[in-house]
């Protein structure tokens, strides 16, 4: 879908996880930032076109911006849509295994001859539930010394999304977890942290809690921001200006915790307890935008991962799939004080 230049409409769509994003979008810093340059500011998850909401998967909308969990951006690159990305973020998040107290999994080894279950849809450009719970699964598995071939892998049906944050959808490897149908599944974040509390379940072990940050990523680490290439080409202003936005709602976080972690609950759907468990009380020290060579290197592994385990049917070259310019850009923009005046009145 190609963007309209005399719409002058950026398209933003949100992941329901703690983001630079979300927070700038919470507090109502990008409509005054882009109104100064005659462009206004729509969200996919208000728009009630299923069809143009299926561009948070596939990335299919020119006009369209993007920061969230890493695998439906690296499964549309592979599936030819020209994106860039200008920005990666890491915000560790809670990941576990988590297994019924009666299943006797105590270690990642205990899951060897076990039964692992997981979500699946029909389509592959939104099936990054699969692809999340399968690493977190592999990652279990290599430090128990477990193989893959001694887990058998259950897969369900996954429940239509009914709205945007919907927590009322089922889960249908919960489901059969609590029917005793399978022994263990994967859940992070604050829903996942809200799922361990509110059912009892035993944590077979923390991956978040590993030291190797090598063994953290997943889906939401790193997480990239990205714009169509053809949008960049031709509204660069814009696509500095809304970094230099999130650049400053960063920066803001730093000093606002409480306020940080209650706007990131709303964006997540869940509740600041569940947010502080999920995140850690350092959730606002860590939505800083960079392209290190350290989260480059976790997007070429997580893609590596992809492709390895037949998630992905092509290759990405990530050095050419990143510009690391309009960030560097955006950061001088972030110094100057109209902007910061912009945002303040906000």
Not at 49 to 75: C, K, M, Q, T, Y
Not at 124 to 145: C, E, K, N, V, Y
Not at 168 to 193: C, F, H, M, T, W
Not at 236 to 242: K, S
């Amino acid at each position: 879908m190609s963007v309209n230049d005399d719409d002058k409409i950026l398209w933003i769509t949100r992941c329901p996880v703690p983001t630079t994003t979300g927070l700038a979008f919470g507090e109502g810093w990008f409509e005054p930032a882009l109104a100064s340059l005659g462009w206004t500011v729509e969200t996919l998850q208000e728009e009630r076109n299923s069809g143009l909401r299926l561009a948070h998967f596939r990335h299919d909308l020119v006009g369209l911006v993007r920061e969230g969990g890493n695998i439906p951006p690296l499964w549309a690159r592979a599936d030819g849509a020209d994106t860039v990305v200008v920005a990666l973020t890491w915000v560790d998040e809670r990941q576990a295994i988590l297994a019924r107290p009666d299943a006797a999994i105590v270690s990642p080894g205990d899951l060897r001859g076990k039964r692992f279950g997981l979500v699946r849809t029909d389509d592959p450009a939104t099936d990054f539930q699969r692809a999340m719970a399968l690493h977190g699964l592999a990652t279990a598995l290599s430090i128990g010394g477990v193989t893959r071939d001694e887990v058998e892998i259950v897969e369900y049906p996954a429940a239509p999304l009914a709205g945007w944050n919907d927590r009322s959808r089922p889960n249908g490897a919960l489901d059969a977890l609590l029917r005793g149908e399978v022994d263990a599944i994967y859940a992070k974040g604050a829903q996942g942290a809200l799922i361990e509390r509110e059912h009892k379940l035993d944590v077979v072990t923390d991956i978040n809690a590993q030291t190797d940050p090598k063994l953290r990523i997943n889906n939401g680490t790193p997480r990239p921001v990205t714009f169509h290439r053809e949008f960049l080409k031709r509204h660069r202003h814009v696509v500095v200006t809304y970094l230099a936005v999130l650049l400053q709602a960063a920066e803001w976080a730093l000093s606002h915790p409480e306020q940080t972690r209650a706007t990131l609950a709303r964006e997540t759907g869940s509740d600041e307890a569940s947010v502080l468990a999920a995140y850690g009380p350092d959730l606002h020290l860590n939505l800083s935008l960079n392209l290190d060579v350290d989260r480059i290197e976790a997007l070429r592994l997580q893609k590596d991962f992809l492709r390895d385990w037949s998630l992905i049917d092509a290759d990405i070259d990530i050095d050419a799939w990143i510009d690391g310019g309009p960030l560097a850009e955006a950061r001088e923009l972030a110094r100057r004080g109209d902007l910061r005046r912009l945002l303040a009145a906000a």
